[in-house]
């Protein structure tokens, strides 16, 4: 079965930087766009990132742009999010998604792993 397997989170002071990594299983990972969703009590699920499946198309929110990369190793199965100049605003569940096959379309419908915390405060 699809599994997304998420670690990399924790407690940062803001200006700091986190590493997640997200381990997929059960599927064709080469084959599909993913995503990085947050989640908190005011906003909801908010989709930040994604990237195609061959890694060669990335989208961001604007509120991350410039400071987070998302990156896959299709070889290892794995999708990364390198998160520099953190924000005690970027506080969130963090969660992979699967998208689409052969493409970057996200839906909230989308299947999800288990997230990881992030938490930025001095």
């Known amino acids: 079965q699809v599994q997304l397997v998420v670690s990399g989170g924790g407690l940062v002071q803001p200006g700091g930087s986190l590493r997640l990594s997200c381990a997929a299983s059960?599927?064709?990972?080469?084959?599909?766009?993913m995503h990085w969703v947050r989640q908190t009590p005011g906003k909801g699920l908010e989709r930040i990132s994604s990237?195609?499946?061959?890694?060669?198309?990335?989208y961001y929110q604007d509120s991350v742009k410039g400071r987070f990369t998302i990156s896959r190793d299709n070889a290892k199965n794995t999708l990364y999010l390198q998160m520099n100049s953190l924000k005690p605003d970027d506080t969130a569940l963090y969660y992979c998604?699967?998208?689409?096959?052969?493409?970057?379309?996200?839906?909230?419908?989308?299947?999800r792993g288990q997230g990881t915390q992030v938490t930025v405060s001095s």
């Open positions: 998604a699967r998208g689409a096959l052969y493409s970057t379309t996200y839906s909230p419908s989308d299947y």
């Open positions: 059960g599927f064709t990972f080469s084959n599909y766009g």
């Open positions: 990237i195609s499946a061959g890694g060669g198309r990335t």
